[in-house]
């Protein structure tokens, strides 16, 4: 069953000089999970953070930390993001040959166990998974970069995944991420997904305007 709408900003859009100030901000906003996109030059096109990040930025707060892990090799680094305080580890259907493995090892240091799908990657890369699932992430751009345009061919894939979460009876987050706007947002919501990952979105017009771009993607605006 589709659950509340959660938003999620990622902290990728936010002012990386600033990033404690910036996760209090979107916290004190009404964010319920915090998106923290990892990048590794090598699996996608772009670098970003590491678990040296996530555990300075822990102690700023308590809401749900919502690693999303674009790297390969992606087991090696399980346990450094599980220690630096992650409460979500997503990691590609892409990335590593064991997908079994891997969700079974994130969920063995007591974490949430996510898997992305790429735009490309059909929906039966779930299959045989689902069960070991608690969340599952559409990317609605190529993994890399904010601020790129909404791929609507997945909002089909969204659709489908939402009728094969319900027929487990779980709740397993569906989570969109890539060019979710004001815009995009409810019609996201309307294909079933219940958490919106959303960066530029977010953070477009500074810490003023967090609380409003939240509420408004959130559909209560
Ligand atoms: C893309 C990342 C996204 C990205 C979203 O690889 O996974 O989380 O930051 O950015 P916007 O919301 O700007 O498309
Ligand atoms: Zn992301």
Do not use: C, W
């Amino acid at each position: 069953m589709q659950q509340p709408i959660r938003i999620a900003p990622s902290i990728l859009s936010a002012d990386f000089a600033n990033l404690g100030a910036e996760v209090r901000a979107i916290d004190a906003a009404g964010a319920d999970y915090i998106h923290v996109d990892v990048m590794d030059g090598h699996f996608v096109p772009n670098i970003t953070i590491g678990p040296g990040v996530v555990k300075a930025l822990r102690p700023h707060s308590d809401k749900v930390f919502d690693v999303h892990l674009m790297i390969a090799p992606v087991d090696p680094y399980i346990e450094a993001f599980a220690e630096a305080g992650a409460d979500i580890i997503t990691v590609h259907a892409e990335a590593t040959p064991h997908v079994h493995r891997t969700l079974q090892l994130i969920r063995s240091l007591g974490k949430r166990a996510g898997l992305s799908l790429n735009p490309s990657t059909p929906v039966a890369a779930v299959d045989y998974l689902i069960g070991d699932l608690d969340l599952l992430l559409v990317m609605s751009v190529n993994p890399g970069f904010g601020g790129q345009a909404f791929i609507e061919s997945q909002l089909d894939k969204v659709a489908e995944l939402r009728r094969r979460i319900d027929d487990t009876g779980h709740s397993i987050d569906l989570q969109i991420d890539g060019g979710i706007n004001f815009e995009t947002a409810p019609r996201a919501v309307t294909a079933g997904a219940d958490v919106l990952v959303a960066g530029t979105a977010t953070f477009t017009g500074g810490p003023d305007a967090y609380r409003t771009n939240i509420q408004r993607l959130r559909g209560n605006a």
